[in-house]
């Protein structure tokens, strides 16, 4: 029976793998789930130990002393302030996190390394990508691009590989929707409050973001999904150095889920929400890259001087609107009612969500290349999305809602 590591054992992503793992004691015999902080208990064939990843390969090698597997499942993420901090410190600890499994002697056992990484893959904080976004596409980068750490990441886990006896494989989540104990850096919690605060002000729910993006397409990765992937792709042969789109298997907009939401926490979606008066300041607009990703094979699809850049336009902007004297209240007047955590508010990431809220174009991936391997998971992305509003619920950091 083989055996896994998982770093990152507490985040949105890693946590999920855990669990996966941790329900199947059958097949998985030992896993050791890596972090600096334990915010759950495990089933007795799941170890928790705790590690700095930002030390160096000695330090770590100490701390990895007796621990070896098979599978190693790297979603361990450390977000800084700029990219180049991010390409240095995320490039750094997987690059000393193998070395120091070289170093106890773990690398030997070892047969396969999956990296979780993301949909930045495609640039899509950049601006519009060519669509559907396929494993193939180019990497955008060189003069003009800013780092990418997880290209930095995937070279480090490839170049390692080649020198070595086991190999590798990468996943793209894209927007994922999940439920991390204590972490209220998700797209679900941060959108759930602003519906929940939208209840509490008078049940008027106004999509925050870009009327473009509202009626454009998107794909979201389930959390849950996403491990199912991981532990699939660990056993396929054929998905041996190889990178793969992880996203639910359907394509969805917010015209369609927008009402969803409305009725899952009482609300109603104003006929006109566009047309809607705002306060002068309360939105937003943010220019993305001049040449935006899809700029990079334009002229090989006939599209040269056709591609326009991005933008994020926020109607409602996120971290304004959080700092609102009469939000603020009804944050605290519902936590209160509800136990909810306090400072939810507060420490819910509005930049991200009004990000991803705001941008003007779709966001499509192919899971096209997973499938002709074999893959067949899918879940419903509203199925996915309420639940995590009832997981959340549960967490006392959501109010509960309706079906
Ligand atoms: N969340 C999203 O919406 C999303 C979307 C697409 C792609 N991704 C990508 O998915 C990957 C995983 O991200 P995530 O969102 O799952 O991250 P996350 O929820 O922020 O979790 C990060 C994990 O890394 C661990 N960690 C951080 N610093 C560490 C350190 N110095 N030593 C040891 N462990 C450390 C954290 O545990 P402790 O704090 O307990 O140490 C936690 O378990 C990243 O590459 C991210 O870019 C995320």
Redesign the pocket.
């Known amino acids: 029976m083989p055996s896994a590591i998982v770093?990152?054992?507490?985040?949105?992503?890693?946590r999920e793998i855990v669990a996966a793992l941790g329900k199947d004691s059958e097949t998985w015999q030992t896993v050791h789930a890596?972090?600096?902080?334990q915010k759950e208990s495990y089933p007795p064939h799941v170890k928790h130990d705790f590690?700095?990843?930002?030390g160096d390969a000695k330090a770590m090698a100490k701390q990895l002393h007796g621990i070896e597997a098979e599978y190693v499942f790297f979603?361990?993420?450390?977000?800084k302030d700029s990219e180049q901090a991010n390409w240095d410190v995320n490039g750094a600890?997987l690059k000393n996190f193998l070395d120091a499994l070289e170093m106890t002697g773990a690398t030997q056992k070892l047969k396969r390394v999956i990296l979780?990484?993301?949909?930045k893959q495609y640039g899509v904080h950049l601006g519009p990508p060519k669509q559907p976004m396929e494993e193939s596409d180019p990497w955008i980068e060189g003069p003009g691009r800013p780092p990418n750490f997880y290209y930095n990441q995937q070279r480090i886990l490839a170049d390692k590989a080649k020198h070595a006896s086991w190999d590798w494989v990468v996943t793209y989540?894209?927007?994922?929707i999940g439920v991390?104990k204590g972490?209220f850096?998700?797209?679900g919690t941060s959108i759930g409050i602003y519906a929940a605060v939208s209840k509490e002000l008078g049940g008027e729910l106004v999509f925050p973001g870009s009327e473009a993006f509202y009626t454009s397409f998107d794909c979201f990765t389930y959390s849950r999904l996403h491990a199912q992937f991981n532990l699939w792709a660990a056993m396929e042969p054929r998905c041996s150095n190889q990178a793969f789109n992880v996203v639910n298997g359907d394509t969805e907009s917010w015209q369609n889920m927008w009402p969803k939401m409305a009725k899952k926490f009482g609300c109603k979606v104003p006929a006109n929400q566009f047309d809607l008066p705002l306060d002068k300041d309360a939105g937003s607009v943010m220019d993305l890259a001049p040449d935006p990703p899809m700029a990079e094979t334009a002229a090989e699809r006939g599209l040269q001087g056709k591609v326009a850049p991005g933008k994020v336009e926020q109607r409602i902007d996120l971290i304004k609107w959080s700092q609102r004297s009469d939000v603020k209240k009804a944050w605290q007047q519902l936590a209160a009612r509800e136990g909810l955590e306090k400072d939810g508010l507060e420490k819910a990431t509005w930049g991200f969500l009004g990000f991803v809220l705001g941008r003007n174009y779709d966001i499509v991936l192919s899971m096209s290349k997973a499938r002709r391997l074999g893959w067949n998971g899918y879940i419903d992305t509203w199925d996915s999305l309420s639940g995590c509003f009832d997981e959340l619920a549960m967490e006392k950091m959501l109010p509960r809602t309706g079906s």
């Open positions: 770093t990152g054992a507490t985040g949105i992503l890693g890596l972090s600096r902080s590690i700095d990843l930002t979603a361990a993420y450390l977000q600890m979780t990484t993301g949909a989540p894209n927007d994922v991390a972490n850096m998700n797209l």
